[in-house]
């Protein structure tokens, strides 16, 4: 699975957008992003997932560059419940086989 | 809503014992996965199970580390003799099974390991 890079942190104020960015540079035709985050002391949430085409589902939207080698998880309207560590993964295929590669992630905190 | 649950919620055992965390998935889902979370890193996979085989157990330390699924349904992970290394979060998680389309993944609340 292709690697990804993500800022190790980001802030936001309360209501605003919350836009996440994610590198993968290598990845190749058959892979998928996937977002997933992580809130302090909990296990980690799925949010989206998409090939080429943006995504948007009640939670999120997901911008992915014609090219591929980036991607953008936007929060449309942060609350402080979205402090958390955001997750970008890049996995082949659509299935629910093999293992998610973590990386560090984003914490994202949105302050008042 | 279903959930994964997972217990206990906090352990905190002596070097060289054993300890035992346990797993129930979301019913119907035949695919269970366990992660350590080490503080400060992401999720790392040990062993993942289809039903009750095991399909990746790449990562799993296996002279310490055994995990199981007998019934392919709950499943129990175990390490004898715990290290201090080994304090970390455990998660489960699980999956519907499918050659086409997406399944997320649902993970526990997991359990907090402390090895003294």
């Known amino acids: 699975d292709a690697k990804t890079t993500q800022p190790t942190s980001m802030d936001c104020a309360e209501g605003r957008a919350a836009n996440l960015p994610c590198n993968h540079s290598?990845?190749?035709?058959?892979?998928?992003v996937y977002w997933y985050r992580q809130i302090h002391s909990q296990g980690p949430q799925y949010i989206i997932h998409g090939l080429k085409n943006n995504e948007t589902n009640e939670m999120a939207s997901l911008i992915i560059t014609e090219d591929r080698k980036s991607s953008t998880l936007i929060l449309p309207h942060a609350t402080l419940r979205d402090t958390a560590v955001y997750y970008c993964?890049?996995?082949?295929?659509?299935?629910?086989?093999?293992?998610?590669?973590f990386g560090q992630g984003t914490i994202l905190t949105v302050h008042p | 809503e279903a959930e994964v649950a997972q217990s206990p919620r906090y352990k905190i055992t002596e070097k060289s014992q054993a300890v035992a965390f346990w797993c129930d998935p979301i019913s119907g889902h035949a695919t269970l996965y366990w992660y350590r979370q080490i503080l400060g890193q992401g999720p790392e996979l040990l062993v993942q199970f289809q039903d009750e085989s095991v399909v990746d157990d790449s990562q799993l330390p296996k002279d310490r580390f055994s995990a199981e699924r007998l019934k392919g349904v709950d499943s129990t992970l175990k390490i004898q003799p715990a290290e201090l290394g080994d304090s970390a979060m455990y998660l489960c998680?699980?999956?519907?099974?499918?050659?086409?389309?997406?399944?997320?993944?649902?993970f526990g609340p997991g359990t907090r390991l402390t090895v003294t």
């Open positions: 998680a699980s999956s519907l099974v499918g050659e086409r389309g997406f399944y997320e993944q649902y």
């Open positions: 993964i890049v996995r082949s295929g659509g299935t629910s086989y093999g293992k998610l590669t």
């Open positions: 290598t990845i190749s035709g058959n892979e998928y």
